[in-house]
């Protein structure tokens, strides 16, 4: 069964960082790319970071773009996603997805049960 | 980026109604298109993939079909746990970009 545990949410002020993890279990993952979609409670789903199955390519959406850094390590079958100068428009729930295959650009297979980010002061 | 409109934003329907999204992207996708549903407190579901593709598990009364801009997902007999919010998305070219959601009610 695949398995895919968020760690790290919390609240945090403008202009702090904040470290997503994600534990994966379940199934080969250095085989499949592995993203971040969040989402803000009672509106739309944004994707925010892919990393293709070998870490060699990454991708982000313009609006964390220079802000956010995605890593994986295939030895310890984990995603991260390192969050800086974070504002409001940040809060959300984030989500660790599994690619639907090794590319980057493929559709969210699986998803985690979210951590949420609440950026307030 | 590639952007993508839903329409209807939200529709009314009954149990066992068949009821039709449909997703329209800005530059072709070729078949590169997803579904998802949305339900309060839980995580996404994928639906559909490659336009048309059933994900392992999804009832059969789910299906989507179109390839270049325009997209349409189907549920046919509409069921009680069907109430919900659904949401394209393109896998074509990064960043994969979502449309903004159809309700189901």
């Known amino acids: 069964e695949v398995q895919l545990v968020e760690s790290g949410g919390g609240a945090v002020q403008p202009g702090g960082s904040l470290r997503l993890s994600c534990a994966a279990s379940g199934f080969i993952f250095e085989d499949f790319a592995m993203h971040w979609v969040r989402q803000v409670p009672g509106r739309g789903l944004e994707w925010v970071s892919g990393v293709k199955w070998n870490g060699e390519k990454v991708g982000y959406a313009d609006s964390v773009k220079g802000r956010f850094i995605i890593s994986r390590d295939n030895t310890k079958t984990s995603l991260t996603l390192e969050m800086n100068s974070l504002t409001t428009a940040d809060t959300a729930i984030y989500y660790c997805?599994?690619?639907?295959?090794?590319?980057?650009?493929?559709?969210?297979?699986?998803w985690g049960q979210g951590a949420l980010v609440i950026v307030s002061s | 980026d590639i952007q993508m409109t839903q329409s209807p934003s939200s529709v009314s329907a009954y149990v066992g109604d068949r009821v039709t999204i449909t997703c329209r992207a800005t530059q072709g996708v070729a078949q590169w298109l997803a579904w998802y549903q949305l339900k309060p407190g839980k995580a996404p579901q994928l639906l559909i993939y490659s336009a048309s593709n059933l994900q392992p598990g999804v009832p059969s009364r789910f299906s989507g079909s179109g390839s270049g801009t325009d997209f349409t997902l189907t549920i046919n007999n509409l069921q009680p746990e069907d109430f919900a919010v659904y949401f394209c998305q393109q896998a074509h070219t990064v960043p994969l970009t979502f449309g903004g959601g159809t309700k189901v009610e």
């Open positions: 997805t599994k690619g639907k295959t090794q590319l980057l650009d493929s559709p969210n297979e699986y």
